[in-house]
């Protein structure tokens, strides 16, 4: 888990927020732990318990993290409680007789991104599904749905034909020599797609993952919506799967932004949420079977936007936790790795990686340096709360013994970093407590909401030395 991921990306700041999310809504909730005499070995057996008392400050966090998908809202807005933003991207895809003015835009940028967008989508739904009830302790619940069906719906309308798929909108060229509100883009916004010609199986499978995830949460509330989501994500898989090929190798410019460095993580991802979505043993037997040559196996690496491994062998290490699948060997495989990936990240353990600074915070790249603690941080808090709800009493590493509560522990250090247990004392989630970032880099939140700078003109606002006037909510 030491080595430096190979892909660096854009700032794309509102999956490393889903994150931020997910850790800090488990750590306001309470979990009791139930002892009970089992034997001299194991005589601890933890359990999960129902939402408990709510920690104001992470309460707070959350809250604040969640506007951020308000603020990256493209399209016509509903109920906006963003004072500063307003309708924008309305004619995104007017060019090809394609709504896309939905979506959210990347970072602080015009751009819209689909394989970032979707990644997204995917991992709030997980943490709905998740989480869903402590979600809705604090009022979150509702927001955390709009959010990702205003992703979904853009999902859905880029999906226009079984092997068709739009997954950028707009010139990263034109836009990054523009510097001003969204509401007042006047750029062209040109559309990209992958189709069996120009084959993209990583944007297609994370497509796929994001709509078989989105349906699940849908589930209850809106079939028929749920539904959709679902017959998508079934036909995107197959494009994804039968005509195999990177994006990045089939549109060389992507690279400079969302550059993939394999699509194999996303076919087991995706295979993965479908079959928790399907219960159809076509998806099974593919992560069992030939999806196996992309499972590294015995590996652990680090989850981020652009490898799904460590994310994929969490999420099928449920099928042996809770699926009755424990006497399944290749199962067992993604359990024993998800395992490994918990050990590496344990500061005690005998194989914890050593990339971390010497207070604690996991670190292995300068470019975007939080997605990786906050991305770790989740799938700790995921698997451990597997364990309690297992009745799962300890991981062992190398010999070593680690309870839930270890697990845990390292997922809410990670947290209090970013909320401020630093050594700056700094919040890095932008708007949460009295010391915070006020320079971002995000035309929106630099530019006052009254002014409309022309293209080249907004850039003394990127300049100026003058806190951002809309920090406070981006």
Not at 120 to 131: D, K, R
Request: proline residues 5%.
């Amino acid at each position: 888990m030491g080595a430096k991921p190979a892909s660096k990306g854009c700032k794309w700041l509102s999956w490393f927020i889903v994150f931020a999310v997910l850790a800090v809504i488990t750590g306001a909730v309470a979990l009791v732990m139930i002892k009970k005499k089992q034997n001299e070995k194991d005589n601890e057996v933890p359990t999960m318990g129902p939402p408990g008392v709510v920690v104001v400050k992470y309460s707070d966090a959350l809250k604040t993290a969640m506007q951020f998908f308000d603020i990256q809202k493209s399209g016509k807005l509903v109920n906006n409680n963003i004072s500063w933003r307003g309708d924008s991207g309305l004619k995104d895809g007017e060019d090809v007789k394609v709504d896309l003015s939905k979506g959210m835009y990347d970072a602080g940028d015009h751009m819209k991104f689909g394989l970032p967008m979707a990644f997204t989508a995917t991992v709030l739904s997980w943490s709905i599904l998740e989480y869903g009830d402590h979600m809705d302790k604090v009022d979150q619940l509702a927001k955390a749905q709009d959010s990702l069906k205003w992703i979904t719906d853009f999902l859905v309308k880029a999906h226009p034909d079984d092997n068709v798929l739009y997954i950028q909108v707009g010139d990263p060229k034109a836009d990054h020599e523009c510097w001003n509100r969204p509401e007042d883009m006047t750029e062209d916004r040109p559309v990209i797609q992958v189709n069996i010609s120009a084959p993209g199986t990583e944007v297609a499978a994370e497509t796929s993952a994001a709509m078989a995830s989105a349906s699940l949460v849908f589930k209850k509330s809106n079939p028929t919506y749920s539904d959709t989501l679902l017959n998508h994500a079934k036909k995107l898989f197959t494009f994804a799967n039968e005509n195999r090929g990177s994006y990045s190798k089939s549109i060389p410019d992507v690279q400079k932004f969302y550059n993939s460095t394999g699509y194999g993580d996303e076919l087991l991802w995706a295979a993965g949420w479908l079959y928790h979505a399907t219960g159809d043993n076509t998806y099974l037997d593919f992560v069992t079977g030939d999806g196996v040559e992309f499972a590294g196996f015995g590996k652990p690496s680090w989850f981020s936007w652009d490898n799904k491994l460590a994310g994929a062998q969490v999420l099928l290490s449920r099928l042996t936790f809770f699926g009755g699948n424990k006497d399944n060997s290749v199962l067992q495989k993604y359990k024993s790795t998800a395992e490994a990936v918990m050990c590496g990240l344990l500061p005690k353990s005998p194989t914890a990686t050593t990339s971390r600074t010497k207070d604690g915070l996991i670190w292995i790249s300068e470019w975007n340096a939080l997605q990786h603690p906050v991305a770790s941080s989740f799938l700790a808090v995921v698997y451990s709360d597997y364990m309690l709800t297992s009745k799962t009493a300890k991981l062992t590493c190398n010999g070593d013994s680690f309870k839930p509560a270890d697990i845990r522990k390292f997922a809410v250090s990670q947290i209090e970093y970013v909320l401020g247990n630093n050594p700056m004392k700094m919040s890095y989630l932008v708007g949460y407590g009295d010391n915070y970032p006020k320079y971002v880099h995000h035309r929106g939140a630099s530019i006052p909401a009254d002014a409309k700078p022309s293209c080249s003109d907004g850039f003394k606002y990127f300049k100026s030395s003058d806190p951002n006037p809309n920090a406070r909510g981006a």
